[in-house]
Each structure stands twice: as structure tokens, then as C-alpha cells.
């Protein structure tokens, strides 16, 4: 049958199916067998004729539409699952995808043929559109949205499968595809899947990166040997190589990359939580895993375009979310009252989902820290960046809730303590996480107090950790800084009426307090440190105000000035302990329970036995002294 011929049948079988269509839903079973007669030959023709497609589409399409807008639900059923079953079939012909077995007379043609299979694409396509935008009923909405998970399917097999096969100009548009499903807010589960998708995408992508970077080497090897100069980036490639992997030379896998992380930092903004999570772990799994392989220019990019903007992004998302608390889904009632779904606390208001997103941008930082902080020292703009990140870990730990501020002080753990045993930190990066201690400190954060209490707890740790890990680098100055944080840290946990104290038991901050005291061992290099440490000890011990309450700005340039007149830290430190012994209502001493001192003497004791005999002997008159002045330990 000629193209006029298969035309009027169609307009045949659609009159016979209209003639059956009122607005009256109630249709008899005749009627209905009759319109389910006419959709099924449409159907059966448009099959048959796949290699004249275009010429009969509309008709079929607009019957296909006509049927999905009548009342009766029935007819709009049959009309979505015919239009599923026809766009199928278009789209999985040859005709459609614009393969052919002849190759093409000129470039010319080819191109003219790729326009006009594109305009056809969307013909197949916009039945979809008009169903899913102009439809008001929601059972047509979602009928249109399963017919393009049709679609998902095939990309699902493309991303897992087939990246390596497709044509080229097809790969970036794939990436597309798969964010534009993760961004749908229908089915959260496709989104997920969107997410997945992508993970999937950049094992390709890093593989080529690496087969470039393999091939790059050879080729200036090759050009070692033979003398020959090329200007750089130019890679000729065999010709038998290019036909055993046509994608060699054609695909630029850095954008494709990019192309990737664009996707994965807009989903990271996503609303609903479940999605941008998933977004921000695979952005940063990406990274960790394949960093190695990026250069100092992807990896600028990365974190200029990428990665510091997310932050801000997020942290601005964060901070101007709501408060109010969250219902759970209504699952019935009881006693005339709605029963709701149970939201855990941690996770019902929209300010604590998004503070749980910037957990996870933290931990990512700090896995990035911890892997590749040599790496990133190379980059044009480490100092730049390394005052953003410092800034933001500041402001998540003073500004944060709970959670947010635990994971910063956590990042600041982990970089030093994955940095300091191989030898990739100077004091000034030491300084700088002593500087964010003291700061927190200094501040009052705004949490209610148990909380504060545990930020505190891990504030001890970290300043444990940090002199642990790093006492190679400490000198005198930074030893007096660190101790004048620990005032701080001890001067902010008094309190004369704790409860723990009066049951027996000595509160977690003072247990922490104990437990870094320990730890302050002056090393060899700062052995004049000791005797600061042991009155800095016997001031808390008799409820003295102790010398490093004073400002430490000044104590510190008169520690500046010591050292220029050739004077050691210890004695400044000396004369300040020795002439500024007072008590009043400032003491140090006056909030700490009885418990808490007898646990203080014996680790005061261990520390005395071990300082070296000469600074040992420079201050056993005042250790003496002031043990001497506390009744129930004389």
C-alpha cells in the first residue's frame, strides 16, 4: 500500500473509534470493544510501517491524545498503554535511530539526515509533553511519566554497558539525561538511581583519563628516543588504534567529567534530603577514589567550581531553613484524633535534614584531607582555599548545631592526625587548627549546655591529638599558646554546684580536662616548658588565678620579646607565676569538686618525676609549697 492508502485507512479506524466517544464515561462493552479494535489496528499498522514512520505519526499520536483526555478511565488507559506500546516501537527501529547499512553518499547528507531524525525525535516525544502538562488528571500525569521510564531503562543499560560503544557526540547528552531523572521530584527512587547512574559514568570517564595520560607518556618516550618535538597535547594516534578504539582521540573526557559534577552539585542542593546526600557522596567518593588520576588543573577546577560552592551553597540553604518542627504522614486516627508517622527528633525540622548535608560535605573534606593534602598543596590556589575551608570549619563549629560543629572538629582531627606521622604539615598549619581551639573557646557557642559539653569534650581531644601528633613542630610559643587554651577550656567547665561531684562522680569535660593533662609532657626540644606546666598545675590545685588567665596576646609578645633579648620563655613564665599568685573571685580553683583535686594530685606527682633533674629542682620550692597549702592532701 502506498503512503495515501495506509492515511485513509487510519482515518477510517479513527472515525469508527470517535463515533464512540461522548462525554458521557459510561460507554457500553460494544462501544468500547469497538474504539479497542480501532486503537489495536492503528497500532498494528504503525508497526508495519516503520520505514515511513514519519508520514503517519500524527495521525496516529493525535487519536492516541483524544482518547487520554476523555472522562471514562478505561479508554484513557487503553489510550496510554498503546501510545507506550507505539513509542517503543519507534524508537527501537532503525529508521529512528538513523542507522542505515549503505553508507552515506556525502557529509552533507548525513547532516541533513541527523536534523531532520532529531525533529522526528521530538514529534515521538511531544504526545509526552502535552499528556504530562495540559492533562490535569493525575493518573494521565503518572501514565506519561512510566512510559519514560522506558527511557531510564535504556540509559540504565547505556551507563552500565554501553558508554564505550555509543557515538561520541551521544555521551555528554547521556549525562544529561541521567540528571534531568535524578532532578524529577516524582519518584524519590529514580532519583536515587539517577545518582547511582552517575558513580557508574565516571569509571568510564576516569578510565579514558587514564588510557590519555598512559598514551601521553609513551608518546613523549617515544619522542625521546626518536628526537622528535611536538607541541604539547598533540598525541598522534596509529591508525590501527584509532579504528580498535574509535573514542581514543574524539572524546574529551575532562568535560565529561565536569559534565558529571555539574549534575551532582546541582542535585546536592536538591530539597529533598535523600537526594542531595546521595548527591554530595558520590561527588566526594569520586574524588577519593579516583583523585590520583586528576590533574592539578582538574583538581582546580574541582574544588573552585565545584566543591567550595557547594559548601556555601548549602550552608546558606542550611541557615535559612525552617525551624518548625515536622507531622509525620498521616497513617489514620484513633479516637477521633490523626495518627501520625514517628519523625526522630534529630531528623524533624528542615534546618536539622540540611545540617545532616553538611555533616556529610565535612566528612568529605576530611576524607579529601586526609588522602591528598600533598596533592593540594601544589595547587596556584592552595592558600586561598585553605583560609575558605578554615573559615567555614570556624563558623560550623561556633554558629553550627551539634552535629554540624562534632564534624568540624572531626575534619580538623583527621588532617592532623592522618598529616602530622608522615610529615606533611609545618607549624603554621598547627597554628592555624590551635587558632580555631582558642577561638571556640573565646566564644560562646550557641548551643544549649549539654551539648556544649560534648563540644567541648571533643575540642580536649582534638587539642590531645594535635599535641600528640605534632610535637615535633611545637616550640616554646606555641607550648604557652597551647596551655593558655587549656585555661580557657578549664576556666569555662568550673562549676561549684555540679551534680555529678555530689554523686560520687566526676563530670565528663573534667574527666577530658584529666586526660589531656597527661599528655602535655614537654618533649626534649621543650624542656624549659616544665616548670610553666607544674605551676601552671598548683595554681588549679590551690584556687590560685593563674598567669595564662591574663591576656594572650600580651603574653605572647612578651614571650616575642624574651626571646629577642635572648631570655628563655620559662623564666617570663616564672615571674608571672611567682608575683601573681591571688585569690578572689576569678580563682581558677574555686569551681572544682574534691574528686576532681584527688585525681589532679597523683597526675601532678607523675609529671613532677618525670621533668629533668634542673627544672625539677627550679621548682620544687613552690610544688612544695603549694601542695603544703592544701589541708586535705597535707
Same mark, same amino acid.
Not at 468500547?32 to 514512520?53: D, K, P, Q, Y
Not at 560552592?309 to 518542627?325: G, I, R
Given at each position: 500500500?502506498?503512503?495515501?492508502?495506509?492515511?485513509?485507512?487510519?482515518?477510517?479506524?479513527?472515525?469508527?473509534?470517535?463515533?464512540?466517544?461522548?462525554?458521557?464515561?459510561?460507554?457500553?462493552?460494544?462501544?468500547?470493544?469497538?474504539?479497542?479494535?480501532?486503537?489495536?489496528?492503528?497500532?498494528?499498522?504503525?508497526?508495519?510501517?516503520?520505514?515511513?514512520?514519519?508520514?503517519?505519526?500524527?495521525?496516529?499520536?493525535?487519536?492516541?491524545?483524544?482518547?487520554?483526555?476523555?472522562?471514562?478511565?478505561?479508554?484513557?488507559?487503553?489510550?496510554?498503554?498503546?501510545?507506550?506500546?507505539?513509542?517503543?516501537?519507534?524508537?527501537?527501529?532503525?529508521?529512528?535511530?538513523?542507522?542505515?547499512?549503505?553508507?552515506?553518499?556525502?557529509?552533507?547528507?548525513?547532516?541533513?539526515?541527523?536534523?531532520?531524525?532529531?525533529s522526528f525525535e521530538y514529534a515521538v516525544l511531544?504526545?509526552?509533553?502535552?499528556?504530562?502538562?495540559?492533562?490535569?488528571?493525575?493518573?494521565?500525569?503518572?501514565?506519561?511519566?512510566?512510559?519514560?521510564?522506558?527511557?531510564?531503562?535504556?540509559?540504565?543499560?547505556?551507563?552500565?554497558?554501553?558508554?564505550?560503544?555509543?557515538?561520541?557526540?551521544?555521551?555528554?547528552?547521556?549525562?544529561?539525561?541521567?540528571?534531568?531523572?535524578?532532578?524529577?521530584?516524582?519518584?524519590?527512587?529514580?532519583?536515587?538511581?539517577?545518582?547511582?547512574?552517575?558513580?557508574?559514568?565516571?569509571?568510564?570517564?576516569?578510565?579514558?583519563?587514564?588510557?590519555?595520560?598512559?598514551?601521553?607518556?609513551?608518546?613523549?618516550?617515544?619522542?625521546?628516543?626518536?628526537?622528535?618535538?611536538?607541541?604539547?597535547?598533540?598525541?598522534?594516534?596509529?591508525?590501527?588504534?584509532?579504528?580498535?578504539?574509535?573514542?581514543?582521540?574524539?572524546?574529551?573526557?575532562?568535560?565529561?567529567?565536569?559534565?558529571?559534577?555539574?549534575?551532582?552539585?546541582?542535585?546536592?542542593?536538591?530539597?529533598?534530603?535523600?537526594?542531595?546526600?546521595?548527591?554530595?557522596?558520590?561527588?566526594?567518593?569520586?574524588?577519593?577514589?579516583?583523585?590520583?588520576?586528576?590533574?592539578?588543573?582538574?583538581?582546580?577546577?574541582?574544588?573552585?567550581?565545584?566543591?567550595?560552592?557547594?559548601?556555601?551553597?548549602?550552608?546558606?540553604?542550611?541557615?535559612?531553613?525552617?525551624?518548625?518542627?515536622?507531622?509525620?504522614?498521616?497513617?489514620?486516627?484513633?479516637?477521633?484524633?490523626?495518627?501520625?508517622?514517628?519523625?526522630?527528633?534529630?531528623?524533624?525540622?528542615?534546618?536539622?535534614?540540611?545540617?545532616?548535608?553538611?555533616?556529610?560535605?565535612?566528612?568529605?573534606?576530611?576524607?579529601?584531607?586526609?588522602?591528598?593534602?600533598?596533592?593540594?598543596?601544589?595547587?596556584?590556589?592552595?592558600?586561598?582555599?585553605?583560609?575558605?575551608?578554615?573559615?567555614?570549619?570556624?563558623?560550623?563549629?561556633?554558629?553550627?548545631?551539634?552535629?554540624?560543629?562534632?564534624?568540624?572538629?572531626?575534619?580538623?582531627?583527621?588532617?592532623?592526625?592522618?598529616?602530622?606521622?608522615?610529615?606533611?604539615?609545618?607549624?603554621?598549619?598547627?597554628?592555624?587548627?590551635?587558632?580555631?581551639?582558642?577561638?571556640?573557646?573565646?566564644?560562646?557557642?550557641?548551643?544549649?549546655?549539654?551539648?556544649?559539653?560534648?563540644?567541648?569534650?571533643?575540642?580536649?581531644?582534638?587539642?590531645?591529638?594535635?599535641?600528640?601528633?605534632?610535637?615535633?613542630?611545637?616550640?616554646?610559643?606555641?607550648?604557652?599558646?597551647?596551655?593558655?587554651?587549656?585555661?580557657?577550656?578549664?576556666?569555662?567547665?568550673?562549676?561549684?554546684?555540679?551534680?555529678?561531684?555530689?554523686?560520687? +562522680?566526676i563530670p565528663a569535660v573534667q574527666r577530658g580536662?584529666?586526660?589531656?593533662?597527661?599528655?602535655?609532657?614537654?618533649?626534649?626540644?621543650?624542656?624549659?616548658?616544665?616548670?610553666?606546666?607544674?605551676?601552671?598545675?598548683?595554681?588549679?590545685?590551690?584556687?590560685?588565678?593563674?598567669?595564662?588567665?591574663?591576656?594572650?596576646?600580651?603574653?605572647?609578645?612578651?614571650? +616575642?620579646?624574651?626571646?629577642?633579648?635572648?631570655?628563655?620563655?620559662?623564666?617570663?613564665?616564672?615571674?608571672?607565676?611567682?608575683?601573681?599568685?591571688?585569690?578572689?573571685?576569678?580563682?581558677?580553683?574555686?569551681?572544682?569538686?574534691?574528686?576532681?583535686?584527688?585525681?589532679?594530685?597523683?597526675?601532678?606527682?607523675?609529671?613532677?618525676?618525670?621533668?629533668?633533674?634542673?627544672?625539677?629542682? +627550679?621548682?620544687?620550692?613552690?610544688?612544695?609549697?603549694?601542695?603544703?597549702?592544701?589541708? +586535705?592532701?597535707?
Amino acid at each position: 500500500m502506498n503512503v495515501a492508502a495506509v492515511k485513509s485507512l487510519l482515518s477510517a479506524l479513527h472515525q469508527l473509534s470517535s463515533q464512540h466517544i461522548s462525554g458521557n464515561s459510561q460507554l457500553s462493552g460494544q462501544q468500547i470493544g469497538s474504539i479497542a479494535f480501532s486503537v489495536e489496528r492503528m497500532t498494528s499498522i504503525l508497526i508495519n510501517n516503520l520505514h515511513r514512520v514519519e508520514s503517519i505519526w500524527d495521525q496516529i499520536a493525535a487519536h492516541h491524545l483524544e482518547l487520554a483526555n476523555c472522562s471514562n478511565p478505561q479508554l484513557r488507559n487503553m489510550a496510554l498503554d498503546s501510545l507506550d506500546h507505539s513509542i517503543c516501537s519507534v524508537v527501537g527501529s532503525e529508521k529512528f535511530q538513523g542507522i542505515s547499512s549503505a553508507p552515506h553518499p556525502s557529509k552533507e547528507y548525513q547532516l541533513v539526515e541527523e536534523s531532520e531524525t532529531r525533529s522526528f525525535e521530538y514529534a515521538v516525544l511531544s504526545p509526552l509533553v502535552i499528556l504530562y502538562s495540559s492533562n490535569k488528571n493525575i493518573d494521565v500525569q503518572m501514565g506519561a511519566l512510566k512510559i519514560l521510564l522506558h527511557v531510564l531503562e535504556s540509559v540504565r543499560v547505556i551507563m552500565n554497558e554501553g558508554l564505550a560503544t555509543i557515538p561520541v557526540q551521544c555521551l555528554d547528552e547521556c549525562i544529561l539525561v541521567t540528571g534531568a531523572y535524578g532532578a524529577q521530584k516524582t519518584d524519590i527512587n529514580i532519583s536515587l538511581t539517577a545518582a547511582g547512574l552517575l558513580w557508574t559514568a565516571t569509571d568510564f570517564i576516569v578510565k579514558g583519563l587514564s588510557g590519555r595520560s598512559v598514551q601521553k607518556a609513551n608518546h613523549l618516550n617515544e619522542e625521546v628516543q626518536l628526537g622528535v618535538s611536538t607541541e604539547e597535547g598533540d598525541i598522534p594516534t596509529s591508525e590501527e588504534g584509532v579504528k580498535r578504539n574509535p573514542l581514543q582521540q574524539l572524546v574529551d573526557y575532562n568535560k565529561l567529567f565536569f559534565s558529571v559534577f555539574s549534575v551532582l552539585q546541582k542535585l546536592g542542593a536538591d530539597d529533598r534530603p535523600e537526594v542531595r546526600n546521595s548527591a554530595v557522596r558520590t561527588l566526594f567518593q569520586t574524588l577519593c577514589t579516583h583523585g590520583q588520576k586528576l590533574s592539578l588543573s582538574m583538581w582546580e577546577d574541582c574544588l573552585w567550581i565545584y566543591v567550595f560552592p557547594m559548601l556555601e551553597h548549602v550552608s546558606h540553604l542550611a541557615s535559612t531553613s525552617s525551624k518548625d518542627e515536622w507531622h509525620g504522614k498521616e497513617l489514620g486516627t484513633r479516637a477521633g484524633k490523626a495518627v501520625h508517622m514517628l519523625i526522630h527528633h534529630s531528623r524533624n525540622t528542615a534546618q536539622k535534614q540540611w545540617d545532616e548535608t553538611i555533616v556529610l560535605l565535612l566528612g568529605g573534606i576530611a576524607r579529601l584531607l586526609r588522602s591528598f593534602f600533598p596533592l593540594l598543596q601544589q595547587l596556584s590556589k592552595f592558600s586561598s582555599g585553605w583560609a575558605i575551608l578554615l573559615a567555614f570549619l570556624k563558623n560550623s563549629i561556633l554558629n553550627g548545631s551539634k552535629e554540624v560543629a562534632l564534624a568540624a572538629i572531626n575534619c580538623l582531627q583527621t588532617f592532623v592526625s592522618s598529616n602530622c606521622p608522615k610529615g606533611n604539615l609545618e607549624s603554621s598549619f598547627v597554628q592555624s587548627v590551635l587558632d580555631i581551639y582558642e577561638l571556640v573557646l573565646q566564644t560562646s557557642p550557641n548551643y544549649k549546655s549539654d551539648s556544649a559539653d560534648k563540644v567541648k569534650q571533643e575540642v580536649l581531644r582534638g587539642l590531645g591529638d594535635l599535641y600528640v601528633q605534632a610535637q615535633s613542630l611545637f616550640n616554646d610559643d606555641m607550648y604557652l599558646r597551647l596551655m593558655a587554651v587549656m585555661h580557657l577550656m578549664i576556666k569555662s567547665s568550673m562549676n561549684s554546684s555540679d551534680y555529678d561531684s555530689e554523686l560520687g +562522680s566526676i563530670p565528663a569535660v573534667q574527666r577530658g580536662i584529666l586526660e589531656i593533662i597527661s599528655m602535655l609532657r614537654p618533649t626534649t626540644m621543650l624542656s624549659s616548658m616544665w616548670s610553666p606546666l607544674l605551676l601552671e598545675l598548683l595554681c588549679y590545685l590551690n584556687g590560685e588565678e593563674s598567669p595564662l588567665h591574663r591576656n594572650s596576646k600580651e603574653i605572647r609578645e612578651q614571650n +616575642s620579646d624574651a626571646l629577642a633579648n635572648g631570655t628563655k620563655h620559662a623564666s617570663v613564665e616564672r615571674g608571672h607565676i611567682n608575683g601573681s599568685g591571688t585569690k578572689g573571685d576569678t580563682v581558677v580553683g574555686c569551681g572544682w569538686g574534691i574528686l576532681f583535686i584527688e585525681k589532679l594530685v597523683p597526675i601532678m606527682v607523675n609529671l613532677f618525676l618525670e621533668a629533668p633533674p634542673n627544672e625539677r629542682c +627550679s621548682a620544687s620550692p613552690q610544688v612544695i609549697q603549694g601542695v603544703g597549702r592544701r589541708p +586535705s592532701i597535707a
